[in-house]
C-alpha cells in the first residue's frame, strides 16, 4: 500500500472528527485483504469511518477486499426452562433441530450466529426439563450476549431464560457409571 503514514494520518482525523479515542496505528494492503490495527477495541462506528476511508483509496482494489468485520470471540449461554419431551411431540425427547427452529421464530435471537450445533441435555433423571447450551459468536465487547442475558422468551406456554455460562467443554457424562 502506497503512502500508508499517509493513509493513517487521514483516517485518524476523521476519526478525531467524530470524538472517537480510537487511533490507527497501523495499515496494510494485500491482494484480498486490508488489515488495520488500532490502539483499541473498535466500535463500529470506527469500523464504518475507516472503511469508507479506504473505499476512496486508489491504490486498494476494493473489489477483491472482503466485507468488514470486527474481531469476534466466542460467549457461552444456557437457556433453561424448555421441557424435554416437548407436549406435542409424545414419546420424543427435543432435538438441536426442533430448539433451533424455536430460536430462528423468535426476534431476540436475531443478529446472532451459532460457533457450533446446539447442545440438548436433561436437567436430572426425575425431571422434565432440559438445559440448551449455545455457543454464540459475539464482538470483543460482549455485547451480542450481554443483551441476550437474563432475557426470557415463551415456548408454548412455557417461559425459557436465557443465562450465561462457562465454556462448554461438551456433554457430562455420568459420574457413577461414566
Given at each position: 500500500?502506497?503512502?500508508?503514514?499517509?493513509?493513517?494520518?487521514?483516517?485518524?482525523?476523521?476519526?478525531?472528527n467524530?470524538?472517537?479515542?480510537?487511533?490507527?496505528?497501523?495499515?496494510?494492503?494485500?491482494?484480498?485483504?486490508?488489515?488495520?490495527?488500532?490502539?483499541?477495541?473498535?466500535?463500529?462506528?470506527?469500523?464504518?469511518?475507516?472503511?469508507?476511508?479506504?473505499?476512496?483509496?486508489?491504490?486498494?482494489?476494493?473489489?477483491?477486499?472482503?466485507?468488514?468485520?470486527?474481531?469476534?470471540?466466542?460467549?457461552?449461554?444456557?437457556?433453561?426452562?424448555?421441557?424435554?419431551?416437548?407436549?406435542?411431540?409424545?414419546?420424543?425427547?427435543?432435538?438441536?433441530?426442533?430448539?433451533?427452529?424455536?430460536?430462528?421464530?423468535?426476534?431476540?435471537?436475531?443478529?446472532?450466529?451459532?460457533?457450533?450445533?446446539?447442545?440438548?441435555?436433561?436437567?436430572?433423571?426425575?425431571?422434565?426439563?432440559?438445559?440448551?447450551?449455545?455457543?454464540?459468536?459475539?464482538?470483543?465487547?460482549?455485547s451480542?450476549?450481554?443483551?441476550?442475558?437474563?432475557?426470557?422468551?415463551?415456548?408454548g406456554?412455557?417461559?425459557?431464560?436465557?443465562?450465561?455460562?462457562?465454556?462448554?467443554?461438551?456433554?457430562?457424562?455420568c459420574?457413577?457409571?461414566?
Amino acid at each position: 500500500m502506497k503512502n500508508s503514514l499517509l493513509h493513517i494520518a487521514n483516517i485518524n482525523q476523521s476519526l478525531k472528527n467524530t470524538k472517537s479515542e480510537v487511533l490507527v496505528d497501523f495499515i496494510c494492503s494485500d491482494i484480498a485483504y486490508v488489515t488495520v490495527i488500532t490502539n483499541k477495541v473498535m466500535a463500529q462506528s470506527d469500523l464504518y469511518i475507516i472503511e469508507n476511508y479506504i473505499k476512496k483509496v486508489d491504490d486498494i482494489n476494493t473489489i477483491n477486499v472482503e466485507a468488514s468485520q470486527l474481531s469476534q470471540s466466542k460467549s457461552y449461554l444456557k437457556v433453561i426452562g424448555i421441557p424435554y419431551y416437548p407436549h406435542n411431540l409424545p414419546n420424543k425427547c427435543l432435538t438441536p433441530n426442533d430448539v433451533e427452529d424455536i430460536i430462528k421464530q423468535n426476534q431476540i435471537f436475531d443478529n446472532i450466529v451459532f460457533v457450533s450445533k446446539l447442545q440438548v441435555i436433561k436437567v436430572s433423571p426425575k425431571s422434565d426439563i432440559s438445559i440448551i447450551w449455545i455457543d454464540i459468536w459475539n464482538v470483543q465487547s460482549g455485547s451480542k450476549a450481554k443483551s441476550l442475558i437474563n432475557r426470557c422468551f415463551n415456548v408454548g406456554r412455557f417461559i425459557a431464560t436465557i443465562q450465561g455460562a462457562n465454556m462448554n467443554p461438551g456433554i457430562p457424562q455420568c459420574k457413577n457409571c461414566w
